[in-house]
């Protein structure tokens, strides 16, 4: 296959309305060339409608999609000369591995000779060499996909959507599928838009990950910068786990419980202010450690639960509040010997102290 | 808990249960197994055995024999495969873009629509048929209707042929049509539409490419099912054909109701049976049968 480069996807206010409620609320969406970006939300969040609209099958009320420098929003989805996976990859029964892979580029009448070596070489770029004579209903889920990508891919769009194609998989496979699509996607280059509604999944893969719910874009941002800096409660609790403790601004500082909390940054919203505390950031404080630059918290353990690789450790704090911390289960660490009941001290260092808005819902 | 001749614990005594299962679940078919061998099995066995019984009460060939000697019967199967042929290719030009566009409507606006599909379907057959006599004929609605709009001058001959048993068996058959159709049609999801249009297959191309021959198997059953139906129809040809268009059915009732001959109406039963039988065996090899027998996937 060669390698494509990728079109850049300019989004600017697309709206899609169902009666009173919004599907899309004025969308404005910037994706670079050859991006791998993941929408990602709850069902119902709008995430599929925005990629049925970037494909074609959806007709929004108004706005602009511009793939490149031209304007695509009029145009049918088979003038758009885009890939897209099915979340149930959609091959076609009545046609064979090939068949299928070869379905585009007879469409767009390219020789038998040059069809015949593209199918051979998008069966080798997913791996199926030599699968090209089975039915599809000989084929297991995992090859299935690898089919629909190999379909997808074959006439060279320099744009590839993909609506949760993995979902149907199981953990292995998907996690091992990930990657693969990563690399692809490393070696074609062409912009991908990824749909899934699942967190890990979209940490793993992205370049960029926007989130969005109830039609609205909440943001925007890399895996890691929406992990550590959310825009919202909603963000925070979609991706990852967190307890949020209401603050107080007040004009030099951020305060929990009458007390002043080092941060990094101050929020400049006044009001409706949160500190988010992700499990796996807290610490237990040990006898004689530097808490500069920490905030320190007096818990009640309430609750020990083992998981496996880690274990969670259920906390209240003085004032009622509940949160939860998240240890290792290493041997011979100081924090094995807590015990339902103790009261203990935690720390959280300034630069994990992050304060979100609440809101976003 | 006893300890069985086979050495494991309650080995016996679990496979008594499952044979005990097994058994009441077969007790269910036994009243439709008997209404099957009462009125079917005998009844056609007996018939068979009379198909080859002669005027002078021995065996003989001589129903089928006239058969292939008199042209008259000839003209009465081809006649019988005509209308078969023709009702079915016409429920097929209505069928399936009436089907297609079912299967495209959201589910509670294509309930009711299928509902006046099948409306007609729950109304005695009888009644229909009158009904398009009435319609029909020389001072009928239609052609009433046809003369004071100036569409035509002389009354039509509407009934009491070709066309009218036509119209009427149609009409009739339609359903048998349409509901495994648009059952195969449900059955094809959107997503396939899709896909194609995605991969840059025009609408017309999607169609022909991926949907019609995915929705084939369901034709195949309604076609089938209209065919075979109207081999053996009997009321409509006798009603709206005015005798002019016989059918193996009416000619078998001819046989028994003037002539009171039950080897020759046997022997006619016979022969259409095993032609039924020969064209759904030709029929399976093209399209699995389950499909007509089964009624979807």
């Known amino acids: 296959m060669s390698t494509t480069n990728g079109l850049p996807i300019s989004i600017s206010g697309i709206t899609k309305r169902y009666g009173n409620l919004y599907a899309l609320d004025n969308i404005d969406l910037e994706i670079k060339q050859g991006e791998f970006l993941t929408l990602l939300g709850p069902s119902g969040s709008g995430k599929t409608t925005l990629l049925m ?13 511009k793939f490149g420098d ?35 580029l007879r469409l767009r009448k390219v020789n038998k000779t040059e069809i015949a070596e593209r199918v051979n070489q998008a069966l080798e770029t997913v791996q199926l060499t030599g699968f090209g004579d089975r039915g599809i209903n000989q084929l297991s889920g995992g090859q299935r996909q690898r089919v629909a990508l190999a379909r997808a891919i074959v006439f060279g769009p320099r744009i590839l959507l993909m609506d949760e194609p993995l979902s149907a998989l199981d953990k292995n496979l998907r996690e091992k599928m990930q990657i693969e699509l990563r690399h692809l996607h490393e070696e074609l280059g062409m912009t991908t838009v990824y749909v899934t509604h699942d967190q890990r999944e979209a940490l793993t893969m992205s370049d960029r990950i926007v989130v969005i719910n109830n039609g609205k874009l909440m943001q925007c941002a890399t895996p890691l910068d929406l992990y550590d800096y959310p825009a919202n409660k909603f963000v925070a609790e979609f991706i990852g786990e967190s307890a949020f403790l209401k603050v107080d601004h007040q004009g030099d500082g951020i305060y929990f419980d009458g007390q002043k909390l080092v ?62 911390m998240r240890l290792s289960t290493r041997s011979g660490q100081p924090q094995n010997q807590i015990d339902k009941g103790d009261k203990i001290k935690l720390v959280l260092h300034k630069s994990d102290t992050t304060v979100v808005v609440d809101g976003g819902y | 808990m006893s300890i069985s001749t086979y050495g494991h614990v309650n080995e016996q005594e679990l496979k008594n249960h499952a044979t005990k299962e097994r058994r009441i679940l077969l ?82 606006v294509a309930n009711i629509c299928m509902l006046s599909v099948l409306l007609p379907f ?85 169609f022909w490419q991926v949907f019609f ?85």
């Open chain 2, 27 to 108: 007790g269910l078919t036994y009243p439709a197994v008997f209404c099957v061998i009462t009125v079917m099995v005998i009844p056609v066995a007996w018939l068979f055995y009379l198909s080859f019984i002669g005027s002078d009460g021995n065996f003989s060939l001589e129903h089928y024999q006239r058969m292939l000697d008199s042209k008259s019967y000839a003209r009465i199967f081809l006649m019988t495969f005509k209308v078969s042929l023709l009702t079915t290719v016409i429920c097929i030009c209505i069928g399936y873009p009436l089907a297609y566009f079912l299967s495209q409507l959201p589910a509670r």
């Open chain 1, 53 to 65: 609209a970037l494909a074609g099958f959806t007709r929004p009320d108004h706005g602009s999609i």
């Open chain 2, 122 to 206: 729950w109304t005695s057959l009888l009644v229909r048929t009158y009904s398009w006599l009435v319609l029909l004929q020389r001072k009928g609605i239609i052609n009433q209707a046809g003369m004071d709009m100036g569409f035509w001058d002389e009354p039509l001959k509407l009934v009491h042929n070709l066309s009218g048993t036509l119209i009427g068996m149609v009409h009739i058959m339609l359903p048998f049509l349409i509901l495994p159709l648009y059952a195969s049609m449900k059955s094809i999801p959107q997503d396939y539409m899709k896909a194609s249009s995605n991969l840059g297959a025009t609408p017309t191309q999607s």
């Open chain 1, 263 to 324: 941060v990094e940054t101050l929020p400049k919203k006044q009001k409706d202010l949160l500190l988010m505390v992700r499990p796996e950031r807290l610490m237990v404080m040990v006898d004689g450690q530097n808490t500069k630059d920490m905030n320190i918290f007096n818990v009640t353990v309430s609750e020990i639960v083992y998981q496996g690789e880690t274990k969670m450790i259920y906390v209240i704090l003085d004032d009622g509040v509940s949160m939860s």
């Open chain 2, 213 to 297: 021959p995915l929705s084939l198997p369901g034709l195949m059953a309604g076609s089938l099912i209209v065919f075979i139906l109207s081999l053996g129809f009997f009321v409509t040809p006798a009603i709206l054909g005015g005798g002019k268009v016989i059918m193996v059915a009416m000619q078998i009732t001819n046989n028994i109701e003037l002539f009171y001959d039950w080897g020759a109406a046997s022997a006619l039963g016979v022969v259409l049976l095993v032609m039924t039988f020969g064209i759904l065996f030709i029929a399976s090899k093209l399209v699995r049968l389950d499909n007509v027998l089964g009624g979807g996937h």
């Open chain 1, 70 to 104: 031209e304007e695509i929003i009029l145009k049918a989805p088979h003038q758009r000369g885009v890939g897209m996976m099915f979340q149930n990859y959609a091959l076609f029964p009545h046609m064979n591995v090939s068949q299928n892979i070869s379905y585009p």
